[in-house]
């Protein structure tokens, strides 16, 4: 059987085909990345210098992972994140600004998230750890967050869980041909804490960071189940945590307001974040 011969008229066509073909993949093009940000304080880096004068409210840096990200990128931002959002400032307005779900449209490519350490109360569980004395001068929030065998704080976390795929269902369906990242939450203290440089018992550091691992296991979890991707800057600020030397910190002393809100990304962390999230971006 003879193959047929190609025409210039089918060559021609064929050419023409290939040139109104759509992109295969939302990045292949040469504008800027349609980047639109996420969250909560994790991501809006309070007290990192300077200070997003859009919304002083929200407390929100330009220097917090999604300014980073977008100029590693090259990208066009829209920051939406607000320090004490939940879920519900995403379909609700917070401190005078919009929902965050408004700044998604069908032609955004890039989103982050992280959300739900407000949801589930875990960024008032430190406050209720501090012990100032050694044991046993104090009360250990380990035990007293558990009654009757009920983990509060595990029991809030895993109520919560639903409310994230439901989030991540939304954005898909506002942002349809968006790569989808999610953030996690950090390494906050390290295994055994450093009490006293950090106000923390041994089992109370421990309890803190496990209730965070349970929390980004959740948000790793949906992500998977989305299709999206995860950050895991656990991870990334490991060594890093609050007991490190100032220099070295990802993640900001308890006791320090010097460069981020305690027990928040300082500028160092929210630069390794970006770069994680950039480099999730161009690999894909």
Request: charged share 15%; hydrophobic share 40%.
């Amino acid at each position: 059987m003879k193959k047929p011969k190609h025409t210039w008229l089918t060559t021609a066509l064929l050419t023409i085909t290939a040139l109104l073909a759509p992109p295969t993949h939302a990045f292949a093009t040469d504008e800027p990345l349609r980047y639109v940000a996420l969250g909560d304080s994790y991501a809006a880096a309070p007290l990192v210098r300077p200070l997003d004068p859009s919304n002083v409210g929200c407390l929100r840096s330009l220097a917090n992972y999604p300014h980073v990200t977008a100029q590693l990128l090259g990208a066009d931002l829209t920051d939406v994140t607000c320090s004490g959002a939940t879920a519900d400032d995403f379909t609700g307005s917070k401190l005078g600004t919009p929902p965050q779900f408004e700044a998604l449209t069908a032609d955004t490519d890039l989103v982050t998230v992280t959300i739900g350490a407000n949801d589930a109360e875990l960024f008032r569980l430190p406050r209720a750890c501090v012990n100032t004395l050694p044991p046993p001068f104090g009360t250990s929030c380990a035990a007293t967050s558990i009654l009757w065998g009920t983990d509060r704080y595990a029991r809030a976390i895993d109520a919560w869980a639903p409310t994230f795929d439901d989030t991540l269902r939304t954005v898909r369906a506002e942002a349809p041909h968006a790569k989808i990242v999610v953030v996690g939450y950090g390494t906050y203290l390290r295994p055994g804490g450093c009490f006293p440089s950090q106000p923390y018992w041994s089992q109370d550091a421990d309890y803190i960071q496990a209730r965070i691992g349970r929390l980004n296991g959740v948000l790793s979890g949906a992500a998977a189940r989305h299709g999206a991707h995860y950050v895991d800057t656990a991870a990334i600020s490991a060594g890093h945590d609050a007991c490190a030397p100032a220099a070295d910190r990802h993640i900001q002393s308890a006791l320090s307001l010097a460069d981020g809100a305690p027990l928040h990304p300082t500028s160092a962390g929210s630069a390794a974040f970006a770069r994680a999230i950039a480099s999730v971006v161009a690999d894909d």
